[in-house]
């Protein structure tokens, strides 16, 4: 079984047993967290689609841990101009297990 869950503005294919980094949760590591916002749930049989959330499914989770991602450099540059900036980030991510998938 598998389900397709929105959180922090985009869209992760999930099943139980994956584990997936998406934006920044508040928890510590071995919280429980749980994703109401469940577009799809297939696998057995016909797909559930929701419009746009199915209602009554869930999906469980597990905090893994929060860590940052690697960095990436922006620069901008405008030729001729002498403008120049170099700027990095890193995002801050959330790593999360998934427990189970309940079905609407």
């Given amino acids: ?5 929105k ?8 099943a139980t047993d994956d584990v997936i980094n998406i934006e920044k949760l ?3 590591e071995g919280d429980k967290i749980e994703f109401t916002e469940v577009l799809m749930v297939g696998g057995e049989g016909d797909p559930k689609v929701g419009t746009p959330h199915v209602k ?3 999906v469980a989770g597990e905090v893994v841990e929060q860590k ?5 450099i922006v620069f901008k540059k405008k ?3 002498n403008y120049r900036r ?11 297990k998934i427990t189970g998938i309940k079905a609407g």
Avoid at 1 to 5: D, E, P, Q, T
Avoid at 7 to 14: A, L, M
């Fill in 1 to 5: 079984m598998y389900a397709v869950i």
């Fill in 56 to 58: 009554g499914a869930s």
């Fill in 7 to 14: 959180t922090g503005g985009k869209q992760y294919r999930v």
């Fill in 79 to 81: 030729r001729r101009k």
């Fill in 68 to 72: 940052r991602d690697r960095k990436i």
């Fill in 86 to 96: 170099k700027i990095g980030h890193r995002q801050h991510l959330t790593t999360v």
């Fill in 26 to 28: 508040p928890g510590k």
